[in-house]
C-alpha cells in the first residue's frame, strides 16, 4: 500500500515548478554574497581586499563562501537532473535562460571577492583613452599621479590581454571618465553581456545540431556556478573571449565556413590562448570544404584574408610588443602542475635552469599530444568531435603546460564543452568546476599556516584539490570504475 504521507501533490511534479523553486533558492546563494560583499561599500572601505583579507580570515567567511557557492553547485546538479528528463519542454529553455539572466545580474553588484583583476581591466583602458598610451607596452605605474593607481594590483606590468578586449573596454572609459563606480560598474557589465551572449549562441546551436539537448546544454553551461561566479561575479574577460570561440562553432555547425576562423581570431585577439584551437579549426574546415583543391586553397585565401584584415584594423593602435604578455609568461603559479616540477628543481639547479627544464618538459610534452590529438580528425569529421576535441586540447594545456593557472581559467573548457553531448567530457567538467571553487578554500588553508608550508607543500595541495578529482573522475570513466559514475547518476549519462 502506497504510504500518503511520502505522496506529493501533483503540481509538484511539473518540471516547471521544479526548475523554478530551483532557480529561486540558486538566487538566494548568489543574493547572499552580493548582499554580504556589496561592490561600493567595500570600495569605499579598502584599497584592495578580497573576502578573506576583509573578514582577517576568519572560518565563518570561509563557512559563508562554501554554503553559498557549494549550495549553487549542488542546486545546479539538482536543475541537470530535473532538465535532464524532460528534455523537450521549450518552456524550461526560457526558464533557464531566464534566471541566468538573474543571477547574472545580482553577481553584477558584488564586489570581486577572489579577484582584482577589474580595477586592472578600467586602468588599461584609461591608460589609451585618457593617456594616449599603449596599455599592451606600457604599465599603470608610469602614471603616478592618477587616482586610480592605488587600485591596481599589477601596476608595474602591462596589459597581458589581446588588443581587441582594450577596444571592448573604450565606450565604458569614454562614458565614465574620472568615476571609479561608474568605470567598474560599466566594465563589469561586459562579462555580464557576454556571458548572457554565451548561452544564446549555445542554445542556437543545439537547437540547430542536437535539439533534444537545447535545453539541458544550455543549462550545464548557464546555471554553472564557476562560469557564474568567474564571469559575472569576478568580471573575467575569459567569459568574453570564449563568446567569440563559440561563435566560431556556431558558424561551423551552420557551414558558413568563411567565418569560422575570423571569429575565432576574434577570440584570441581578446586572449591569446585560444590560439590553441586555431589549427583544429582550420584543418576541419580545410576538409569540410566540397570540390577539389583549388576550391579549398579560395576558400583558405578569403577566410585568412578577413581574418588578416581583422588584425590589421585591431592592432592598428597596438603597433609594439606586448610585453605584458612575456611578462606573465615568465610567472609560475603555486596552483599550476608544471609549477610542481619548477619549486623542486629550483632548490636543486637553481632558478634559470629550473625553468628552462620546467619548460622544456611540459611544452614538449603539451606539443606532441597535441600532435597525436589532430590526427584523430582525419577519423571523424563530425563538428562533435573538433568540438569535444578542442575541449581537452584546452583542458590538458591547463594541466600539463599552463605555468600561471588561475581557478578561473576553468572556465575555458567549461564554455567551450560542458553543453556537448559527450557523458565523459560533462563529469569531468563538472567535477573541474567544483574542485577550482574548492581551491579558494585551499587558500584558507595556505593562509592559516603560512609559517609551516614550504612552497612545494602548497603547491602540491592546490594541485591535489584542482586537478586530482577530475583526473580520478576522467581515469575511473576510461577504466569502467562504477565508483566513479554511480548507477543513480547514469540518468546524466544520457543527458
Known amino acids: 500500500m502506497k504510504d500518503p504521507s511520502v505522496s506529493l501533490p501533483r503540481w509538484l511534479h511539473n518540471p516547471i515548478v521544479q526548475t523554478t523553486v530551483v532557480g529561486l533558492i540558486s538566487w538566494l546563494a548568489y543574493l547572499s554574497l552580493t548582499f554580504t560583499y556589496p561592490l561600493k561599500t567595500i570600495v569605499d572601505r579598502f584599497r584592495l581586499t578580497d573576502f578573506g583579507r576583509a573578514n582577517q580570515w576568519s572560518q565563518s567567511s570561509l563557512a559563508h563562501f562554501l554554503l553559498s557557492i557549494f549550495g549553487a553547485f549542488l542546486l545546479y546538479l539538482l536543475a541537470w537532473r530535473i532538465v535532464s528528463r524532460h528534455p523537450h519542454d521549450r518552456r524550461l529553455l526560457w526558464l533557464v535562460l531566464a534566471f541566468a539572466?538573474?543571477?547574472?545580474?545580482?553577481?553584477?553588484?558584488?564586489?570581486?571577492?577572489?579577484?582584482?583583476?577589474?580595477?586592472?581591466?578600467?586602468?588599461?583602458?584609461?591608460?589609451?583613452?585618457?593617456?594616449?598610451?599603449?596599455?599592451?607596452?606600457?604599465?599603470?605605474?608610469?602614471?603616478?599621479?592618477?587616482?586610480?593607481?592605488?587600485?591596481?594590483?599589477?601596476?608595474?606590468?602591462?596589459?597581458?590581454?589581446?588588443?581587441?578586449?582594450?577596444?571592448?573596454?573604450?565606450?565604458?572609459?569614454?562614458?565614465?571618465?574620472?568615476?571609479?563606480?561608474?568605470?567598474?560598474?560599466?566594465?563589469?557589465?561586459?562579462?555580464?553581456?557576454?556571458?548572457?551572449?554565451?548561452?544564446?549562441?549555445?542554445?542556437?546551436?543545439?537547437?540547430?545540431?542536437?535539439?533534444?539537448?537545447?535545453?539541458?546544454?544550455?543549462?550545464?553551461?548557464?546555471?554553472?556556478?564557476?562560469?557564474?561566479?568567474?564571469?559575472?561575479?569576478?568580471?573575467?574577460?575569459?567569459?568574453?573571449?570564449?563568446?567569440?570561440?563559440?561563435?566560431?562553432?556556431?558558424?561551423?555547425?551552420?557551414?558558413?565556413?568563411?567565418?569560422?576562423?575570423?571569429?575565432?581570431?576574434?577570440?584570441?585577439?581578446?586572449?591569446?590562448?585560444?590560439?590553441?584551437?586555431?589549427?583544429?579549426?582550420?584543418?576541419?574546415?580545410?576538409?569540410?570544404?566540397?570540390?577539389?583543391?583549388?576550391?579549398?586553397?579560395?576558400?583558405?585565401?578569403?577566410?585568412?584574408?578577413?581574418?588578416?584584415?581583422?588584425?590589421?584594423?585591431?592592432?592598428?593602435?597596438?603597433?609594439?610588443?606586448?610585453?605584458?604578455l612575456l611578462e606573465e609568461a615568465n610567472f609560475y603559479s603555486l596552483l599550476a602542475i608544471p609549477s610542481l616540477a619548477y619549486n623542486f628543481l629550483k632548490g636543486v639547479h637553481g632558478d634559470k635552469i629550473a625553468k628552462v627544464l620546467t619548460i622544456m618538459t611540459s611544452v614538449g610534452f603539451y606539443l606532441t599530444l597535441y600532435a597525436l590529438s589532430l590526427r584523430t580528425l582525419a577519423r571523424d569529421r563530425r563538428p562533435h568531435h573538433l568540438i569535444v576535441l578542442s575541449t581537452w586540447l584546452l583542458v590538458a594545456y591547463l594541466g600539463i603546460a599552463c605555468m600561471h593557472f588561475q581557478p578561473w581559467f576553468a572556465i575555458w573548457p567549461i564554455t567551450l564543452g560542458v553543453w556537448v553531448s559527450h557523458p565523459l567530457a560533462r563529469r569531468v567538467l563538472v567535477v573541474f568546476t567544483a574542485s577550482a571553487l574548492l581551491s579558494y578554500a585551499a587558500n584558507f588553508v595556505w593562509i592559516w599556516n603560512y609559517r609551516v608550508m614550504q612552497s612545494f607543500q602548497v603547491n602540491a595541495m592546490f594541485v591535489a584539490v584542482i586537478f586530482l578529482p577530475p583526473l580520478i573522475i576522467g581515469l575511473g570513466n576510461r577504466l569502467g570504475a562504477r565508483w566513479a559514475f554511480p548507477k543513480r547518476w547514469r540518468v546524466f549519462a544520457r543527458a
Open 101 to 324: 539572466a538573474l543571477f547574472a545580474v545580482t553577481l553584477l553588484l558584488m564586489y570581486p571577492i577572489t579577484a582584482t583583476d577589474v580595477f586592472e581591466y578600467v586602468f588599461h583602458s584609461r591608460i589609451l583613452v585618457h593617456y594616449g598610451e599603449n596599455p599592451l607596452a606600457v604599465p599603470p605605474v608610469v602614471f603616478k599621479g592618477d587616482p586610480f593607481l592605488k587600485m591596481v594590483n599589477w601596476a608595474a606590468h602591462p596589459s597581458p590581454y589581446g588588443p581587441l578586449w582594450v577596444m571592448l573596454t573604450v565606450p565604458g572609459s569614454l562614458v565614465a571618465g574620472d568615476d571609479l563606480m561608474l568605470n567598474l560598474m560599466l566594465m563589469r557589465a561586459l562579462p555580464v553581456i557576454f556571458f548572457l551572449g554565451c548561452a544564446l549562441v549555445i542554445a542556437a546551436i543545439l537547437r540547430h545540431k542536437n535539439p533534444s539537448q537545447q535545453v539541458v546544454g544550455t543549462l550545464l553551461f548557464a546555471w554553472n556556478p564557476l562560469v557564474l561566479f568567474e564571469g559575472p561575479g569576478n568580471a573575467h574577460n575569459g567569459i568574453i573571449m570564449m563568446f567569440f570561440a563559440v561563435g566560431a562553432i556556431y558558424f561551423l555547425v551552420r557551414r558558413q565556413w568563411l567565418w569560422v576562423i575570423p571569429a575565432l581570431v576574434a577570440s584570441i585577439l581578446v586572449k591569446y590562448i585560444t590560439a590553441i584551437l586555431l589549427i583544429p579549426f582550420l584543418i576541419y574546415c580545410w576538409r569540410a570544404q566540397e570540390g577539389n583543391t583549388s576550391s579549398r586553397v579560395r576558400y583558405l585565401i578569403k577566410t585568412m584574408a578577413i581574418s588578416g584584415l581583422l588584425v590589421g584594423v585591431v592592432f592598428a593602435p597596438f603597433l609594439q610588443v606586448p610585453s605584458g
